[in-house]
């Protein structure tokens, strides 16, 4: 008689403890659909994703316990495609402010290019590179401009004296 108590005791254990288990499992719906937009609003996301050229910026590099690890920066199209190699300490990124108050929205898209050119820092210089990916100048200066009318300024720091400062165009 015990043996039997004590078995129909166990087994009610059982079931009040897979109740919960039951209750959950009905309540889920696995088998409805999600709706994840229309190709059109895909497209739209995914179009603010890069600038005006179709680039957008990238940084590979290794992941440690402190953050990023060397990492370079570079550009990639639209196809995951490698338009800039990642070999690059910075890519300066520029905002569109006037954008942004004509639209009237919230959304301004990455500018990397101004009249064709955007800076970039490798190994602690500053070159300037064009929207193919090449560097028209190279980074070998402290200091490189933006292109205006044609001509920029580069500026390189006299060794040993941090007031002296060499100009050129």
Not at 61 to 85: D, P
Not at 99 to 120: C, M, R
């Amino acid at each position: 008689m015990k043996k039997r108590v004590v078995s129909l005791f166990l087994a009610a254990i059982i079931l009040i403890c897979m109740l919960p288990t039951v209750t959950y499992a009905e309540s889920t719906s696995e088998n409805e659909p999600v709706y994840l937009g229309t190709e059109a609003e895909y497209q739209s996301t995914f179009d603010t994703m890069f600038d005006e050229n179709g680039l957008r910026m990238v940084q590979v590099g290794f992941n440690s316990k402190n953050g990023v690890l060397n990492g370079k920066y570079g550009l990639v199209n639209k196809y995951g495609n490698f338009v800039v190699q990642p070999i690059y300490d910075e890519i300066k990124l520029y905002a569109d402010h006037d954008a942004l108050g004509e639209k009237g929205n919230s959304t301004v898209l990455p500018i990397y290019f101004i009249g064709g050119y955007t800076q970039a820092v490798r190994d602690g210089k500053m070159g300037l590179l064009n929207t193919r990916g090449e560097e028209v100048i190279p980074c070998q200066y402290d200091f490189v401009g933006l292109p205006s009318e044609g001509m920029c300024r580069v500026l390189n720091q006299a060794p040993g004296n941090n007031d002296l400062w060499y100009l050129g165009y």
